[in-house]
C-alpha cells in the first residue's frame, strides 16, 4: 500500500526487508540517498515487532553520511487494520497531521555494542510516537478509530 502511493508521488521504491532482498535494497537506497539527497525508510521491518527499530536505517545514514528525521503521521478519523503494525489508513477528509523530529547524525561505530547504542537510542524516540492518535483539542472533529 505505502509503495504504491509512493509511486504515485514520484518518489524511487525500492523494495527489500531483512528478510526478503535486504543486502541488495540497501545498496541501492544508499545509491540514490547520495545521489536525490533524501530517502524514507520504514523502521520497524515487514513482521515487528511494532516499533522495534531495525539496523537498516542506522547503516542506510551511515553509509550515505546522512542524517536521520524521525517522521509520524496521526489522523483525527481512520482505520486500524488488524495487522502486527496497526497499520492505519486515514478516512476520507479526516484531518492528517504529519511531524518531523529532530536530525539525528550517527557516526560510523567501531563496534556491535557501540551500533546497538545507536539502534536503541531511535528506537526510545520513535516509541514516544508510535500511533499517536491527536486529541480533539489539538483537531477538529475529534479523535476516532474504526478496527478492521
Sequence with gaps: MIASVALRSGWHVVRGSSSNGGRSALSQMIKYLRKSGLAAHIVDGPR???GEVKSGTIKLA???DAA???FYTSADRSWSF????SFFLPKPFARVVLTFG???KYDS???QDEFEVQRKYLESIMQTRLRA???KSKMAGGAGQQQI
Excluded: L, R, V
Design 68 to 70: 536521520i528525521i524521525p
Design 62 to 64: 551511515q553509509s550515505a
Design 102 to 104: 529532530d536530525m539525528i
Design 109 to 111: 561505530t567501531e563496534t
Design 82 to 85: 488488524k495487522s502486527w503494525d
Design 133 to 135: 492518535i491527536p486529541s
Design 48 to 50: 515487528g515487532p511494532a
